[in-house]
């Protein structure tokens, strides 16, 4: 399986990069492949609310105005099988390159009214709050909030302070290992269709 990662952090020895790299410790040793795209590294252009009403051509043709390197990571984020989207926590926040990329995913991904372009693929978010150490799960809260409404399938987070960074990378390397199965959200079944557990049944 092929794991992507978006992060908004610009240091690659960083700290939240250190936390990625454990997950993907984990995963590789469960055999995944990964791949790692650092934001502010890329030309990445803020959404130009680009027509009067403010709809653009994204949210009818799937397309962007802007030639810059979003496409090609969107192209990577659906050939991926899961996306890893990091951050360094910047005023209890994600940092402002995630944060011009997910406005961007979120146009390109509402089509005709409805978001089906990432089909539920599956996702989870790390944020590193790397000086004070506050904000990490303010910073999870905002970007599963639109990471969930874009159509990812949410199946961990992963807060994370300067203070605990060396204490959770064995953790981390641990739960990568999981996400090399590339895990769903529990059960999706409609609860009518759902059978009860064995034990109940009689
Ligand atoms: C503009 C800015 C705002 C920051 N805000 C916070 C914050 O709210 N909470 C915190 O714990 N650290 C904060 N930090 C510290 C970063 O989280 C820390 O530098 C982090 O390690 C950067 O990530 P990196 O090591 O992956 O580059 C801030 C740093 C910057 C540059």
Redesign the pocket.
Known sequence: MKILVISG???SA????QAVKALLAGAAKKGAKSETILLPKKKLERCRQCDPDGWGLCAMQARCVIKDDFAGIFKKTKAADLIIFAT?????REAESLRAFSERLQRICFKWGKYDSVERKPAVCVA????????APATLREMELVFALIGFDLVDAYPI??QNLKLKLPQLKKSGEWLATTPTSADNTPSTLRKPPATEQK
């Open positions: 952090a610009r240091n960083g700290q939240t990069q360094p926590v910047y005023f209890h590193v709050a790397g000086g004070g150490g506050t904000g302070r300067r």
